[in-house]
Every structure is written in C-alpha cells, then in structure tokens.
T-cell receptor
Framework: DSGVTQTPKHLITATGQRVTLRCSPRSGDLSVYWYQQSLDQGLQFLIQYYNGEERAKGNILERFSAQQFPDLHSELNLSSLELGDSALYFC????????????????FGEGSWLTVV | QKEVEQDPGPLSVPEGAIVSLNCTYSNSAFQYFMWYRQYSRKGPELLMYTYSSGNKEDGRFTAQVDKSSKYISLFIRDSQPSDSATYLCAMGSGGSNYKLTFGKGTLLTVNP
C-alpha cells in the first residue's frame, strides 16, 4: 500500500458527461501528480500541484482540469467525455515538488478506471 | 520519433532466468532514469533509480545507463514468478518540475 488513496476505483459513464476523480496524497506529501494510462499511449503526465499551486502541466486536454485543496487532497475533473478518454487515471504524490533527486520518490495510487460508453 | 521507446513484449522466461529489459530515448536532456514495476491493476512502484550514466545494483536487480548511446537496461537475476509484472522505464531532465516521461512498459511473465 503506497498510502495514496484514489476514489472511485471504477467508473462507467456516458459520452458527454462529466466526472470527478479524487486523490488523497500520502501523509506529509505536498505534491500531487495526475497521470493517464491507456494501452496505446502508455503512462502520460497530465498535471502537477505543489501545496495548492499548479507546478507543471503535461498533456492535459482543455476539457480536463484539476485542483489541489488546502487539505492537500486533489481532484481531477473530466468533462465532455469521449470514448477515447477511457483509461486508468493515476494520482501520485511526493514530499517535495522540485528537482528530481533520489529522495524525492513519487508514490502512485492504485488508479481510477474510467470507462466511457 | 518518440522520446522513449520500450519493447512491449510480452516476454516469457522460466524461473531462474536472467531477464534483460531495455529502453532507448532521444532526449539528451534526460539525466534521471528510473524503473517502475506495475502489477496488474495496481499503481507503478519505484524499483530502481539512477542518476546520469553508470550501473546500480540492488539485490537481484541491476540498472544500467549508457547516456552516450541513449540506452538504459534493467537486469533481473534469478527471476521469480513474483517478478511477473509490467516494467516501465521512466526518465526526467530535472529542473523545477517533476515531469517523468515513461516508456509504454514491457510485460514480463516468469514461469515456475
């Protein structure tokens, strides 16, 4: 158990709908990352927050948005869903949000499976 | 050309075999190299971390980085059925953010 909690574990929704994925980072971790994993694209970085502020942005669509709240939990909002958005969405957390170094390991949650039908 | 290329396999080996997993990359700015292991329906977990070129050993696992060839490897000695998982290479260039670029993963099955 990595200590990163994601809900819901599975979600089935229709095209055009909106969903919210929730993440609670490990205790003491200030940085939260969202990744999307699909069969054809692999694991893709979406966005990073550090202590409530957006730190880095990756391949995140405009239909997607995220935020990190004062209690450090984070939500990923996916709207106007398309079939191609079906994927496993991972949240990860780390203590720091800065330069990569051996101590700044990021820990992944078990993911939220999203199926768009 | 993709930034990180990884043979998806699948790779099937008998128990006790030496396993070699590899990734190539095109971005010469990458300095941090990692291997993650992902069991089915679970999140990736960090297995090995290497900075710049060289080798790193941890138990049955050895990670090698050859920056001149833009090639990294993970060797698993005395492979066990419990090593059956998808192995993902990941790379970062450092700086002020923590973006990791992942390979698509190699599915490994170790048969008892």
């Amino acid at each position: 158990d990595s200590g990163v909690t994601q809900t819901p574990k599975h979600l089935i929704t229709a095209t055009g709908q909106r969903v919210t994925l929730r993440c609670s980072p490990r205790s003491g971790d200030l940085s939260v990352y969202w990744y999307q994993q699909s069969l054809d694209q692999g694991l893709q970085f979406l966005i990073q927050y550090y202590n409530g502020e957006e730190r880095a942005k990756g391949n995140i669509l405009e239909r997607f948005s995220a935020q990190q709240f004062p209690d450090l939990h984070s939500e990923l909002n996916l709207s106007s869903l398309e079939l191609g958005d079906s994927a496993l969405y991972f949240c990860a957390s780390s203590v720091e949000g800065g330069q990569l170094f051996s101590g700044n390991t990021i820990y992944f949650g078990e993911g939220s499976w999203l199926t768009v039908v | 050309q993709k930034e990180v290329e990884q043979d998806p396999g699948p790779l099937s080996v008998p128990e006790g075999a030496i396993v070699s997993l590899n990734c190539t990359y095109s971005n010469s700015a990458f300095q941090y190299f990692m291997w993650y292991r992902q069991y089915s329906r679970k999140g990736p977990e960090l297995l090995m971390y290497t900075y710049s070129s060289g080798n790193k050993e941890d138990g049955r696992f050895t990670a090698q980085v050859d920056k001149s060839s833009k090639y990294i490897s993970l060797f698993i000695r005395d492979s066990q059925p419990s090593d059956s998982a998808t192995y993902l290479c990941a790379m970062g260039s450092g700086g002020s953010n923590y973006k990791l670029t992942f390979g698509k993963g190699t599915l490994l099955t170790v048969n008892p």
